[in-house]
Each structure stands twice: as C-alpha cells, then as structure tokens.
C-alpha cells in the first residue's frame, strides 16, 4: 500500500494516502488484536472488524482508480479478494463451532 500510494498528490497526503495506509495496517492488526484476545466470540467480531477495513481499503482504491491516481492497482485487488475470501472462510468455520 505504501507503494501504491507514494505517487499520489501532495494535497492527499492527510487524505486518501493516510486513509489507505492505515485501512490496509488496520486488518492484519484486528486479526492479532482478537487472536490476543483469547475468546472465540471476540475473534470471530475481530475478524469482522478487519473485513470492514477491506472494504474501506476497497472502496478508496475505486476512488484513486476515478481520480486517475494509479494505473497498477490490479495486484491489490486480487489480493484484497484473496484476503476477503479466506476471512469470510474463517469467520464461517469459527461461527459453527459457537
């Protein structure tokens, strides 16, 4: 994500770059964060929040795609499918087991 964004305006610096940047640490860290928590029911809404951050990360990547701010943003929407895929695969396993 750091790369993705580096080329992006000055003027979004305090905006969509930061915006994307913490998005993208967000999910990775909700997933650790619940895990520490030691508690199915607390992963399982960890895992929930991090997918929310996905969609975000989403969400402004379309937006830098509109504003003609990247033209490789191909690679981090597979991988943002791939990481989709396996928590929406993750919170399903771990709600029939509650």
Do not use: H
């Not at 607390?42 to 830098?64: A, K």
């Amino acid at each position: 994500m750091y790369d993705l964004t580096k080329p992006f305006p000055d003027d979004e610096r305090f905006g969509l770059t930061s915006q994307m940047r913490r998005c993208a640490i967000s999910v990775p860290s909700n997933i650790a964060e619940g895990w520490g928590r030691m508690s199915r029911k607390n992963y399982i809404q960890f895992l929930r929040i991090s997918r929310g951050s996905l969609f975000e990360l989403e969400t402004q990547l379309i937006i830098t795609k509109e504003l003609k701010y990247s033209n490789n943003s191909e690679s981090v929407e597979s991988l943002i499918i791939e990481v989709s895929k396996m928590l929406n695969s993750l919170i399903k396993k771990l709600e029939e087991k509650v």
